[in-house]
C-alpha cells in the first residue's frame, strides 16, 4: 500500500526517453498503488485539450489503465498545463482538483499544491500568472486557431527561459514565510509541492510540533517519486529513465 505524488514531468514530444519512463512506471508501479496525485506541469506546454498531439492520446490511454486497476489518479494543474481541462482529464479518467487542497493520507492532513503561488519573492511572475489565469484571457486564447496558439506558447516558453536566467536563485524558490503562513492557513504540518525542481524533504517547526515540505523533484535524466505508506513514512526517490 503506497500513495504516490509526482510533479514536473515536462512531457513533449521531444523527450521520449521521459514519456517512456513514465509509461513504464505507471505500469510497474502506480498500477499497485493506492492512488497517484499529479501536481502539476506533467506536460511541457498545453494549449488546449483539442490539440491532436498524439503523445497526449498515448498519455490519456496510460493513465486511464490506472482507473481499470482501481487506482484513482488526481491532478493539479502546473504553471506549464493550467488550461488542461476537462475534456483531456476525462479521456484519462482523472480528477482535476483545485489549485491547493488538503487531502487526508492514511489518517494525515497533508496540503497540496503545484508550488508556483509559493514565490511571493518574484511579483512578475505572480502578476504574470494572474494575467494567465483570467478566464476571458484563457478564452480568447482557446479560440484562437492551433498553430497560433502554438507560437505563443513557444514564444512564452523562449521569453521565461531567458528572464529566468536573470533572476536569483531566491527568487526562483519558494518563500520561506509563505509557506509557513500556508501552513498554518489550512492547519496542516505537512505541504507537499513540486515547481522548483529542487527535490528535499525539509523539516521545519511550527507551533512546537515538527512540520514537513516536501519537494517533488522534475523528470530528467531521472524519474522522481514521493512515495508515502500507511505509516506516513516518507520515501522521495529518483530511478532512472
Ligand atoms: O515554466 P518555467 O519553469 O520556465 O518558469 C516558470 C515561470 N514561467 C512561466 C511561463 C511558462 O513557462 C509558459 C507556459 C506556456 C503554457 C502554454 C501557453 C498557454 C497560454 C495561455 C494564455 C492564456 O510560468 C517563470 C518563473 C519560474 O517558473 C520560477 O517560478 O520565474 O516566470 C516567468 O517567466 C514570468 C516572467 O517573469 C514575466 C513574464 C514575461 C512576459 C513575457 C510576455 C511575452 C508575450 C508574448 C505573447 C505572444
Ligand atoms: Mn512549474
Known amino acids: 500500500m503506497t500513495t504516490l505524488f509526482i510533479a514536473d514531468l515536462h512531457l513533449s514530444e521531444h523527450e521520449p526517453a521521459i514519456t517512456a519512463g513514465f509509461l513504464d512506471f505507471l505500469q510497474r508501479e502506480a498500477i499497485h498503488a493506492d492512488a497517484l496525485y499529479i501536481l502539476g506541469d506533467l506536460f511541457e506546454a498545453w494549449i488546449g485539450d483539442d490539440d491532436p498531439n498524439p503523445l497526449h492520446t498515448q498519455v490519456?490511454?496510460?493513465?486511464?489503465?490506472?482507473?481499470?486497476?482501481n487506482v484513482p489518479c488526481y491532478f493539479i494543474h502546473g504553471n506549464r498545463d493550467f488550461?488542461?481541462?476537462?475534456?483531456?482529464?476525462?479521456?484519462?479518467?482523472?480528477?482535476?482538483l483545485p489549485e491547493q487542497l488538503v487531502i487526508?493520507?492514511?489518517g494525515e492532513s497533508v496540503l497540496i499544491l503545484h508550488g508556483d503561488t509559493l514565490c511571493t519573492d518574484d511579483p512578475g511572475y505572480l502578476r504574470f500568472r494572474q494575467y494567465m489565469?483570467?478566464?476571458i484571457i484563457q478564452a480568447i486564447y482557446l479560440a484562437l486557431p492551433l498553430f497560433v496558439r502554438q507560437k505563443i506558447a513557444s514564444k512564452l516558453r523562449n521569453e521565461s527561459t531567458m528572464t529566468n536566467r536573470t533572476k536569483s536563485s531566491v527568487m526562483m524558490d519558494v518563500n520561506p514565510l509563505a509557506v509557513i503562513a500556508k501552513l498554518k492557513e489550512n492547519h496542516v504540518y505537512k505541504i507537499i509541492h513540486g515547481h522548483t525542481h529542487r527535490p528535499a524533504?525539509?523539516?521545519m517547526t511550527i507551533k512546537g510540533r515538527l512540520?514537513?515540505?516536501?519537494?517533488l523533484g522534475a523528470w530528467h535524466e531521472n524519474g522522481s517519486v514521493l512515495r508515502i505508506k500507511p505509516n506516513n513514512s516518507l520515501e522521495l526517490a529518483t530511478f532512472p529513465l
Open 60 to 69: 490519456a490511454q496510460a493513465l486511464a489503465e490506472l482507473h481499470s486497476h
Open 83 to 96: 488550461l488542461l481541462g476537462k475534456r483531456f482529464a476525462k479521456k484519462c479518467k482523472m480528477t482535476l
Open 104 to 106: 487526508n493520507v492514511y
Open 133 to 135: 489565469h483570467n478566464p
Open 201 to 203: 524533504i525539509h523539516d
Open 211 to 215: 512540520s514537513q515540505r516536501v519537494v
